[in-house]
Each structure stands twice: as C-alpha cells, then as structure tokens.
C-alpha cells in the first residue's frame, strides 16, 4: 500500500511538470531566441543604414570633386586662350606700329635720290652690305631697306647713309656702326683735308623710330630739310 501511493505520486509529478513546467520553460527559451534573433536583424540593419551612409557620402565627394577638376580645367583652358590671345594682339600691335613707323618713309633709294638733288651732291658710289659688315660692324641684316653711299672722289667727305630698321634694336645697332664710321672719317681727314673734316664734324647720326641716317655734305640743311618732310 505504501509503495503503490509512492508510485502514484510521482507519476504525478511527472504529469504536473510535463503539462505545466516543461511548456513555461520552452516559451521562455523560445522568448529568448527571438530576442537574439531580433537583436541579429536590429545590428544587420543598423550596420546596413551605416554602409548605405557611407557610400552616399563617398559618392557625393566624388562628384564634388569631380566638378571641381571640370571647373579647374575650365578655368585653366580660359586663362591659356586669354593669354595667347594678348600675346597675339601684342604681336600683331607691334608689327602694325613698326609698318606705321615705315608708311611714311619712302624707297630708301627714293629718297637718296632727293637729298642728291637738294644738296646738289658729286658722283657717288655705293657700299654693299658685307664692306659696310667688314669695316663698320654694321650689320644690315636688320633693315628693310637701307643705301650707304660715299663721294668717290678724294678727299671729298660727302656720305650719304640711310637705314630703314626692323626694330628698335636694330636701329640702335646700326647708329652705333655709323658713328664708328664718322668718327673714322674725322680722324682721317683731320690733317689731311681740314675743309672736309670741318664738314664732317657738322655732322651727326640722326635716329627717328627706327629710321637712322648719317649725312655729310656742304649744304647739310639742305639735306636734312628733304629727310624731315618725312
């Protein structure tokens, strides 16, 4: 009999913990896996809302950066077209002043031909380019049109020298030459033709723009009176 209650009892307690216990204890264990579960899903979305994040960030960086090098190129192709631009007006100013300079000079010859006949100079004859290189150092290289004549007969001093230069520097290249020369013919003539060293002595190289003449004669005003029209 005491055995039979025992057995009893605890076929009981099985059936109480079956029906009662074990289903509280496998809702609470279910409860807890849908925790770890939620909080899994929470982490992956909150990780995937930063990543979203990031790559809008980077993606707008990129475009701004972008459109920074588009308006650097921009801004630097403008300012290389705007500096060959003035370089170019530069240029072509310069060559439109030096043609200005020149319009109103006639043929080099032209006008030696009108001096010859003011000044009522002798028979002449004419230096070349290389003489006036070899003994002068004036190079004509540097001229659009130039004459160089001299009396070609001694002692005479008459010289008649006119330089139509390229550009400054080579008008002052040819002044140079020519006052080497002048200076030569003084010291020739100085004991040897005084009347001809006087006359050289009135004279003087003469530079306008890049226009330079050297004229020695008698009538020296007469001269310069036919280049001064110009």
């Not at 809302?49 to 707008?60: E, Y």
């Not at 070899?134 to 330089?163: K, M």
Request: proline residues 2%; hydrophobic residues 35%; negative net charge.
């Amino acid at each position: 009999m005491g055995q039979s209650v025992k057995n009893l009892c605890m076929v009981l307690q099985s059936i109480i913990f079956t029906g009662f216990v074990k289903p509280e204890y496998e809702i609470r264990k279910k409860e807890k896996t849908m925790r770890k579960i939620n909080l899994i899903k929470g982490t992956k979305i909150i990780t995937l809302a930063i990543c979203m994040g990031a790559a809008l960030a980077l993606a707008g960086c990129g475009s701004e950066n972008q459109e920074n090098e588009t308006t650097t190129a921009a801004e630097t192709t403008t300012e290389e077209t705007t500096t060959v631009s003035e370089t170019t007006e530069a240029r072509t100013e310069a060559i439109e002043t030096t043609e200005e300079k020149s319009q109103g000079l006639p043929a080099m010859a032209d006008l030696y031909d009108e001096i010859v006949a003011a000044a009522g100079l002798g028979s002449m004859y004419q230096v070349d380019g290389e003489d006036l290189l070899d003994s002068y150092g004036i190079d004509v290289s540097g001229c659009t049109d130039y004459v160089f004549y001299q009396a070609d007969t001694a002692p005479s001093a008459d010289t008649v020298a006119l330089f139509n230069c390229k550009d400054s520097a080579s008008a002052e290249s040819i002044a140079e030459g020519l006052q080497i020369f002048l200076d030569n013919l003084m010291v020739t003539n100085e004991g040897y033709a005084p009347e001809e060293y006087a006359k050289a002595s009135k004279a003087s190289v003469e530079t306008k723009d890049n226009f330079v003449y050297l004229i020695v004669c008698d009538k020296l005003s007469a001269a310069e009176e036919v280049v001064e029209q110009y």
